[in-house]
């Protein structure tokens, strides 16, 4: 595992401010004090309950309880891991950050299966290369003259070609020195009857799908003749996920424009390249997803340009994915970027126009592109439009309805609205008015969503703390209780000195948790302490950082555990739940030693010793009762 200097953390967490590391994510719209406010990006809502301390360098929803401080929110809102989210972090604020491996954890394993996949498929781009410039290329060389793809757009994309027969590939890499599991790894192969790795592509034109920063993660192979089917592509491996990458953003991202051009399939992406088009990436399936919309935006796109297939599939593709951007953008009030739908004359696809009409021909079909209002509104006007019989107004009506529900820039929704309003003979008003009623409708139905997805997270993180438990030292041990408990002790503040609410022996010890790890931020909790402010959740999580919880970054842990509790309605109810769970950590440990207790008693056969025990369990017993009845009493 990966281990970042804590100095480096602290260097990371003092430059990248949490205002503008949020910002860029989340438009606020509200300042008290020190406290900024917006619209949460981690769940829906119309009315903001996300906030930002500038103060404590944190955040916080009071909607969904999510907290942080800046490591944090990139983690989430980026999805990535710990180190990830430093490393990005510090390349954004000019900290260096170097790992230190330290060759103890798991995931290095993990890393290395990951590296030999890496050096696997770049091998094998190699043996496709070479294999398209030989005798058996020749059918796969004129298949792609016909496919007009020049020398150098070849060179530059790649492209391959994967011979005909079923171990070509594969009796390559094993004299290359790698074995079956690494190339198994490498989804280029699949497993036949008799257990046998054969090649995945055989007899196809191949184009290796490279990450946004020119790394092959994948491989895609043209048929090259009419046999179906047309595409093969590697399935998800250790490295890539589908819908996670954008093909041709390795390009595209260095060029002038903000705009991005998305098509639907890499031949498209490579035409247009070709063509001068140089912002044109394909987004690998006709399934647009967040992830890309992401990936889109943190490369610098301010506008993006779609190209669907004209036939049902690609329209329907098309109105799904303005649904999720739309959707996507509320959260992200902090990112602008937007969004045109495109479409090819006569149905062409975008591949076959710009060959056939020319690079200006296409450059003005970009130019004419809609905005996504716009096109939601032809979208429901031409489809309910029928020459003979005319605007069938009821489907006009719902569709309207809907996808202005999707629109949350008010001065587009009520455009779209008065425009609709002459066709159907109501006021744009009434009409606005319906669009809200199913916007909160939507907003009610994510939100039931969210949480539950929220909770399967959490059940899935308990489930690899378990497994991770069985493996993990000591050391790391941490029960839920024991988690519940250090959350609400920081919770409460400096209400947990307030002698008036808890008593003195109600304040938390080292001595109730039983891991080294959980004893020692407990000890540093307790020594930061400050009577005035408590501990602000920003210096807890630098210790939380150090350490691991169930051999899970105690950190992430936290805040997991702390995301899952809702906050009491009341101080008064918050000081209750601490001390339930304070009696319960404490009652279940009594419970351990009472068990131990009477092991010890049933196995000595010295009389004087037994008596000494038994006086200490029955010592314990009452304390047992005590908590007990403190607990009732609540
Ligand atoms: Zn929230």
């Known amino acids: 595992m990966a281990k970042i200097p804590q100095s480096t953390i602290d260097e990371v967490l003092a430059r990248a401010d949490i205002e503008s590391v949020v910002g860029r994510y989340v438009t606020f719209t509200k300042r008290t004090g020190q406290n900024l406010f917006g619209l949460c990006p981690f769940h829906s809502e119309k009315t903001p309950s996300f906030s930002v301390s500038i103060s404590k360098n944190i955040y916080k929803c009071f909607g969904c309880q999510k907290c942080g401080n800046a490591i944090g929110f990139i983690m989430d809102i980026e999805k990535m891991s710990f180190p990830e989210a430093v490393k990005y972090l510090g390349d954004q604020y000019g900290v260096p950050v170097e790992w230190e491996e330290d060759g103890k954890d798991n995931s290095s394993e993990l890393k290395k299966r990951k590296k030999r996949v890496e050096a696997i498929l770049t091998e094998a781009a190699g043996f496709y290369y070479k294999a398209l410039n030989s005798d058996a290329g020749k059918a796969a060389r004129e298949y792609a003259a016909k496919r007009q793809l020049s020398q150098k757009t070849l060179v530059k994309f790649g492209i391959g070609y994967a011979p005909d027969g079923f171990t070509n590939l594969y009796q390559y890499l094993k004299k290359k020195g790698y074995d079956d599991s690494e190339l198994k790894d490498s989804g280029l192969f699949t497993v036949a009857k008799n257990g046998n790795l054969i090649d995945l592509f055989r007899g196809r034109l191949i184009i290796p799908i490279f990450d946004f920063l020119g790394k092959i993660v994948a491989f895609g192979g043209r048929n090259l003749g009419p046999e179906l089917p047309k595409y093969v592509n590697s399935p998800d491996s250790l490295v890539y996920e589908k819908g996670k990458h954008l093909y041709g953003l390795n390009y595209a991202k260095s060029t002038k424009t903000k705009q991005l051009i998305i098509v639907e399939g890499y031949m498209d992406a490579i035409a247009m390249h070709q063509a001068g088009v140089d912002n044109a990436v394909a987004a690998l399936g006709t399934a647009f997803t967040d992830n890309q919309l992401r990936l889109a935006s943190k490369c610098g796109a301010d506008e993006i340009v779609f190209f669907f297939d004209s036939d049902k599939a690609g329209q329907a593709a098309a109105l ?82 809907t996808y202005g529900s999707w629109l949350f820039d008010p001065i587009k929704r009520e455009k779209m609205a008065a425009q609709a309003a002459q066709y159907l003979g109501a006021r744009a008003e009434t009409i606005i008015a319906a669009m809200e009623h199913v916007e909160d409708d939507d907003l009610e139905s994510k939100r039931t969503q969210d949480k539950r997805e929220q909770e399967k997270a959490d059940s899935e993180q308990i489930k690899q703390r378990i497994e991770n438990a069985a493996n993990a030292p000591k050391a790391d041990v941490v029960t839920r209780d024991e988690m519940e408990l250090l959350v609400r002790a920081v919770r409460l503040g400096p209400l947990l000195a307030d002698e008036s609410k808890i008593d003195r022996t109600d304040v938390i010890r080292k001595n109730d948790f039983t891991g080294h790890n959980i004893r020692e931020v407990v000890t540093y909790f307790l020594e930061s302490f400050d009577a005035q402010r408590g501990v602000s959740e920003a210096v807890l999580v630098n210790k939380l950082s150090e350490v691991m919880f169930n051999g899970i970054k105690a950190e992430v842990f936290f805040f997991k555990m702390s995301d899952s509790m809702p906050v009491e309605p009341t101080k008064d109810a918050e000081v209750d739940m601490y001390k339930k769970t304070l009696y319960l950590v404490r009652a279940k440990k009594c419970t351990q030693e009472m068990i131990k ?38």
């Open 320 to 401: 799904r994915a303005s649904k999720m951007m739309l959707s996507y953008l509320r959260r992200m009030s902090g990112i602008k970027i937007r969004i045109r739908i495109a479409a090819v004359p006569n149905g062409k696809d975008p591949d076959e126009y710009i060959k056939n009409d020319g690079v200006e021909a296409f450059k003005a079909v970009v130019k004419s592109a809609k905005d996504v209002n716009d096109y939601l509104f032809s979208r429901a006007y031409d489809d309910n439009y029928d020459v003979e019989r005319g605007l069938d107004q009821t489907k006009f009506q719902e569709d309207i309805v």
């Open 597 to 634: 207790l009477r092991e010890l008693i049933r196995n000595t056969d010295d009389e004087a010793k037994k008596q000494e025990l038994m006086a200490k369990s029955e010592k314990l017993d009452k304390y047992y009762q005590k908590l007990q009845q403190k607990s009732d009493a609540l």
